[in-house]
């Protein structure tokens, strides 16, 4: 393995010796890797609500008793050579460990890569000139794993796109720049996921890639290509019967459990397979597109969403049975057996299901989800986080409703978490509709606990140490619920926040 790039060692040394690996995997996997769903409201015949934030709230006790939440990093903060002018995106693990892309003053739009612990202390691993093959200007989506090994992303789009890979101190480039796969194999990135023990598993476009032009929307299609890395030692995952000549770089996905066995899925012809497991260099077959499923039939297109441990698979897909246009199905799946969770369509009193977006999947088997329950077709009907599985089912809060555990209307759910134990963490806009405008009067972070409590550490209405914060984001959320926040604090400064289980 070519060694490049060596900065950072003794962090990164102390990161290893703390670390402690965790079981399988919220959101694509160990890791928390997959995309966050939060769909756009669509357009109504109705006119659109405006939305007015309350003037700034004095301070209250917490909801939730002493609430510890620090501020770890901030704009203005001076690491190394590096001074913060803005936090891009963060990533936390079970082990304190903390990664920040953060952009530096002075470097024309450079960013650098800091790595410290969840209460600061942070080092550079990367600078603004100190990326190897790529442009520090779009660096992005940092993500640990439980060993202490980071991924990053660097470029933005066809042929500048690099995934790079990050351990005892050593940056490489796992894609787009050697010593990983480069052009022709690969050209854009795709769905990328790091597992617990560090196994990283991604999806590239290349060869000859064009723009299919024949829809009203057009999209990039190429010959897509399967890759998993194990310490920085890239391996292309192929198997007989694989449909990836002319695909967009979106549509197979990837998931990783923390076991070190990565899951693909892809498009296949006759009875190639639908969905791959990958396992130390073997790889077999899951589930081949012509297979028949007891109680549902065949399923197409099924997209592998999240896997745990036990390699439960949480998929999105459609039913052969089903008439043209099919629905969207939401379900596990668990050897030959699919268990539905929701499906688009079904009735909900005199309302029905318009929409299902996977989140993760907890070690327990329950699925995080987003579903839209309003009159048919309706786009922009209120949201439900969702937490299921073949047994119960719990709606852990829904929009346009009154929030568990306060007298608050939930005018929004926002970056929603869901870690291995089955907590799950969001972002609660709170305040009042008043005909057609909406009153924003408090944010806060919820955290809905496995055992049913809800909790808060972090609110716009309580300020403490704080001060006033705004525009939350989960930047991460681990096994012990703690949160990793990326905010605005006012007038204008962005802040990384850690925001440990309040313990009271």
């Known amino acids: 393995m070519s060694r490049a790039h060596a900065v950072g060692w003794s962090l990164l040394a102390t990161l290893l010796l703390a670390a402690a690996c965790g079981g399988g995997g919220g959101g694509g996997g160990g890791g928390g890797t997959s995309p966050t769903p939060t769909p756009a409201p669509g357009s109504t015949a109705t006119p659109r ?3 007015t934030a309350a003037p700034t709230p004095s301070p209250s006790p917490s909801p939730d008793g002493n609430a510890r939440a620090r501020i770890i990093l901030a704009e203005n903060d001076t690491i190394g050579d590096v001074e913060v002018v803005d936090v891009e995106d963060a990533s936390l693990n079970d082990a304190g460990a903390v990664a920040a892309i953060v ?13 410290g612990g969840n209460d600061g202390g942070f080092s550079a691993l990367v600078t603004p000139d100190g990326l190897p093959g790529g442009d520090t200007k779009t660096l992005s989506r940092v993500r640990l794993a439980e060993t202490g090994a980071a991924i990053f992303e660097a ?60 829809d009203e929307n057009p999209r990039l299609e ?35 459990a923390d076991t070190g066995v990565a899951f693909f899925s892809a498009p296949a012809s006759g009875e190639g ?106 786009t922009d009907a209120p949201r439900t986080l969702r937490l299921k599985d073949a047994h ?12 568990p555990g306060s007298d608050k209307t939930l005018l929004s759910i926002q970056s929603q978490r869901l870690n291995r134990r089955g907590d799950v963490a969001f972002i609660a806009e709170l305040g009042r509709i008043d005909g057609l405008t909406t009153i924003i009067e408090e944010v806060r972070l919820v955290v809905r606990l496995a055992d049913g409590r809800y909790v808060t550490s972090v609110s716009s209405a309580n300020p403490q140490d704080l001060g006033t914060l705004s525009d939350f984001e ?17 007038p204008n400064q962005t802040v990384l926040v850690f925001a440990p289980l309040p313990t009271s």
């Open 273 to 378: 397979p639908v969905i791959l497991r990958w396992d130390d260099g073997k790889v077999s077959t899951v589930l081949a597109r012509n297979a028949e499923l007891e109680g549902v039939g065949r399923l197409v297109s099924p997209q592998v969403a999240a896997a745990n441990a036990d390699e439960q698979l949480l998929l999105t897909t459609t039913f052969a049975k089903d008439a043209t246009p099919r629905p969207t199905v939401l379900g596990i799946l668990e050897g030959k057996t699919f268990t539905t969770l929701d499906t688009e369509g079904t009735a909900v009193g005199d309302q029905v299901i318009t929409d299902l977006r996977a989140v993760g999947l907890d070690e327990q088997g329950r699925a995080l989800y987003i579903v839209r329950i309003g009159a048919e077709g309706a």
């Open 103 to 115: 952009t530096a003053r002075g470097a024309s739009g450079g960013r650098a890569l800091l790595l």
């Open 392 to 403: 119960t089912s719990v709606d852990v809060a829904t929009e346009k409703s009154t929030l």
């Open 155 to 214: 470029g933005d789009g066809l042929d500048s796109d690099r995934l790079y890979f990050a351990s005892d101190g050593v940056v490489q480039a796992l894609a787009g720049a050697a010593p990983g796969v480069t052009s022709p194999t690969f050209r854009i990135l795709g769905d990328v996921v790091i597992g617990g023990n560090g196994l990283v598993g991604f999806v590239g476009g290349g060869d000859e890639c064009k723009t299919d032009t024949t």
């Open 222 to 256: 190429c010959a897509g290509h399967l890759f998993v890395a194990q310490d920085g030692s890239v391996s292309e995952v192929e198997a007989e019967g694989l449909e990836l000549a002319k695909i967009s770089p979106t549509r197979p996905q990837v998931a990783v």
């Open 474 to 490: 989960i930047a991460g959320f681990d096994d012990n619920a703690n949160a990793l926040l990326i905010a605005t604090r006012n």
């Open 49 to 51: 609500p405006t939305t």
